[in-house]
């Protein structure tokens, strides 16, 4: 797949793929929200990086939602899908109507 992130004449793309992918809201004024887990080919290099937290800097001057640097880092290592239910030992959580 490739990503393409453009706002003010800033853009930047980067071509990978999936590694996992999951619905993390849904949220009445703008559909489904994902959260997923990319690995790009060729990796993203510092050049890259620059390049990529310049246009997500000014995505969020726009009043766009942009995970921080640090928050990117601490999720470097990943996590895994929520388990079932059966396996949590507690009642499904519901989402909540406005």
Do not use: N
Request: proline fraction near 6%; hydrophobic fraction near 35%; include cysteine.
């Amino acid at each position: 797949m490739e990503m393409q992130v453009a706002i003010s004449g800033r853009r930047w793309s980067g071509k990978g793929r999936v590694l996992r992918c999951h619905v993390s809201a849904l949220v009445r004024e703008d559909g489904v929200r994902y959260r997923a887990a990319l690995q790009f080919d060729p990796p993203v290099d510092a050049v890259d990086e620059e390049r990529l937290d310049a246009v997500l800097l000014e995505a969020a001057a726009h009043g766009y939602q942009v995970p921080r640097k640090k928050s990117l880092e601490s999720a470097a290592a990943g996590s895994s899908y929520p388990r079932p239910d059966s396996q949590r030992g507690s009642a499904p959580e519901t989402l909540g109507h406005s």
